[in-house]
């Protein structure tokens, strides 16, 4: 094809241009990082984008049938649509290739259609952490390769299979106009490093030896190495590549004395374990670091727990998050002196080194935390449309306390004193507030929330109970942040420290305008509503010839579904499912009258209503801040057992229950 030699002759020229070959090792050699919106504390910003023109490249333009385009990204906030590169060709041809993420939901257009076909395209979110991708587009194909792996892949919807090469190319925001038309909403905030773009299918041992900071080819149609970008309030920064596969470590102090075990607990209420250098060097950051707490954490000699045990074996230092051993631990003098009986670190505030001390002394210091991003915090009782929006994170200090971090830009901070806030930066707006009980505490686990602003159908002023805990969905937080397994919620024993899975245990949740003398809807069909009934004779206690009556004992059970009734927590059995009065006052049930028992008298003996569970639950829901196990009204039955004691006319016209 004519097109194709002419392109390939210009990129023949680029590489002869460039000095030969286009191959080239990077590893311990710096390479330039963009850095888009990297302060966590500013709204996203439509002006910050790294443009190339393609013109400049191609000027006769050109088109590609293949195309790669591989990449590092390290974000550090999400947006609606987190777009890695955007190519429009024209204004009205502006959506020719767009690579974005939606949550850890890939997705792209392609030649001006949006590919819904690839829903199964899901990542790990880890924000602040290097990750490699590789969309590889080829014969109205694509592949996507993340961390040197196949993601997916599958056949590209589009009328056109080569790709215009023409237009602009840009970092970090989507174009819905040639280089303009920005959105904050689809930026990118974060780090982006060796960009390139291939017009052919790269090889899957080529994204493997990328993926693993090895050796890296220039892209023909585009190098973020080699090509000059236009950057408009974007930073670049040179890093080493191998740096993209090192783990980073960071690490938060809780500015509040406790002694060991509650130091971990704070730690784990948050995601985190205890931190501990591993060289002298991150001795000092550590100790610099702890400098800044002066009024807490400075009150005692010994003012910080380190997160390292010589328990397993004596003297053989290991970090209590994975067990590696720092090699040289920095010791004070003559330390460590405790041998068996102290087996933990803390830091001696006047020399920042180590001293050895017992694991359950009471002694109350600081303590520092090692972040792990890929157990996020969660926020529960709001109404955000999608999961991730739920996500926090505990980074930086505000107020000198460490504040969390919404994954798409909320903070949540201390204001002062007991104040806390949770503040929307999109909206430059308090969402709400909420006063702790000290200033030690974390607005972790359960709270009391003030709304500041009209959100989730609420007005402001309103009070609403969030939650904030590291518990998955399966899971329970107590209200003190702890996480215990669905299981254990309301099942008679108390599994939280705080007996708070034993609250609030109602079975039934009935919608807005149910009313209890209107009868459920049969939802099999248009026939009423079929009630199951069993009737036990216990025992005839008198047959009276004369009376022409019997008096009988008999036990009545009628069972109906109601499919406006959502209920929570059910147990197998009948017996953990019994409702109490409060409950069944205000649901439907039916009335029995009897017109032929003798002398209009009845007695009712014992009267039960509990609920039959006949399906498993629904799925959880990630806004739900009481986080119960909700079953659908298809789900389960309302069973009434009645016990009788009763004087009816005789066979000749058996007892008849007369529903009203
Ligand atoms: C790209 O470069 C071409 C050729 O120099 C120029 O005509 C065009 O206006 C440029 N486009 C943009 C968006 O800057």
Redesign the pocket.
């Known amino acids: 094809m004519c097109w194709k030699q002419r392109f390939c002759a210009t990129i023949l020229f680029l590489f002869c241009g460039a000095g030969g070959g286009g191959r080239r090792e990077v590893a311990g050699e710096e390479v330039k990082v963009l850095g888009m919106q990297l302060d966590l504390e500013a709204p996203s910003r439509p002006d910050v984008v790294a443009?190339y023109?393609?013109?400049?490249k191609f000027?006769e333009g050109g088109e590609a049938s293949e195309m790669s385009v591989c990449y590092w990204a390290k974000p550090d906030t999400l947006t609606s649509y987190e777009t890695h590169l955007s190519l429009a060709a024209s204004d009205y041809e502006n959506d020719i290739l767009h690579l974005y993420r939606r949550g850890g939901q890939l997705g792209f257009y392609y030649n001006g259609v949006r590919q819904l076909g690839f829903p199964h395209l899901v990542t790990a979110i880890d924000l602040h952490t290097w990750k490699h991708y590789c969309h590889v587009f080829y014969q109205g194909e694509y592949a996507v390769y993340i961390g040197g792996e196949e993601l997916g892949g599958g056949t590209i919807a589009t009328s056109r299979v080569p790709v215009p090469l023409r237009?602009?190319i840009a970092l970090g925001q989507e174009q819905d106009l040639?280089?303009g038309g920005y959105d904050p909403d689809q930026s990118y905030r974060g780090r982006l490093a060796l960009m390139n773009i291939y017009s052919r299918r790269v090889t899957e041992a080529e994204i493997k030896q990328q993926a693993s900071c090895g050796i890296v080819a220039s892209g023909d149609i585009f190098s973020l190495e080699r090509d000059e970008m236009t950057l408009t309030n974007v930073t670049i920064e040179l890093h080493e590549a191998k740096e993209f596969c090192e783990a980073s470590v960071d690490y938060v102090i809780f500015p509040e004395r406790r002694n060991l075990p509650d130091s971990l607990q704070a730690c784990r209420r948050v995601g985190y374990d205890m931190y501990s250098p591993s060289t002298h060097t991150q001795n000092t950051a550590l100790f610099n670091e702890s400098l800044l707490f002066s009024s807490e954490c400075l009150a005692n000699n010994y003012h910080l727990w380190v997160g390292a045990t010589d328990r397993e074996q004596e003297n053989v230092w290991r970090k209590f998050i994975d067990g590696t051993i720092v090699t040289d631990p920095p010791f004070e003098q003559n330390e460590p002196n405790g041998g068996d009986g102290e087996d933990c670190i803390l830091m001696f505030l006047l020399s920042g080194l180590w001293v050895d001390t017992s694991c359950s002394i009471k002694w109350a210091a600081c303590v520092p935390c090692q972040v792990s991003y890929s157990k996020p915090l969660r926020l529960r009782g709001l109404c955000s449309p999608s999961e991730a929006e739920t996500f926090y994170e505990v980074l930086g200090y505000k107020s000198e306390k460490p504040y969390f971090h919404g994954y798409y830009g909320n903070l949540v901070y201390r204001r002062e004193g007991v104040e806390w806030e949770m503040y929307d930066l999109a909206h430059s707006a308090v969402v709400a507030t909420t006063t702790l009980l000290s200033e030690d505490s974390y607005p972790l686990g359960r709270h009391r929330w003030t709304l500041r602003r009209g959100i989730c159908k609420l007005p402001p002023n309103a009070e609403i109970t969030l939650s904030f805990s590291v518990c998955a969905n399966t899971e329970f937080a107590c209200s003190n942040g702890d996480c215990i397994a669905k299981k254990y919620r309301c099942d008679g024993n108390n599994n939280c420290p705080d007996f708070s899975d034993e609250d609030d245990c109602q079975m039934l949740v009935l919608p807005r305008g149910y009313r209890p003398t209107q009868p459920p809807t049969n939802t099999q069909g248009t026939r009423p509503l079929l009630l199951g009934s069993v009737v036990r004779i216990l025992r005839i206690t008198r047959i009276s010839d004369v009376r022409r009556a019997i008096d009988v004992e008999m036990s009545l059970d009628l069972q109906w579904p109601d499919p406006r009734i959502t209920y929570l927590n059910l147990g197998d059995t009948l017996e953990w499912n019994k409702l109490t009065e409060n409950e069944t006052k205000n649901i439907w049930k039916p009335r029995l009258a009897f017109p032929n028992v003798y002398d209009g008298k009845i007695n009712l003996i014992q009267e039960e209503f509990s609920v039959r569970k006949l399906k498993g639950p629904l799925p959880p829901q990630y806004n739900d801040e009481k986080m119960d196990i909700a079953f659908g009204g298809d789900a389960a039955l309302v069973v009434q057992q009645q016990h009788f004691r009763c004087c009816a006319r005789p066979p000749a016209s058996p007892l008849r229950g007369i529903l009203m």
Do not use: K, M
Not at 53 to 56: A, Q, T, V
């Open positions: 443009t023109n393609l013109s400049l000027p237009g602009v040639l280089a």
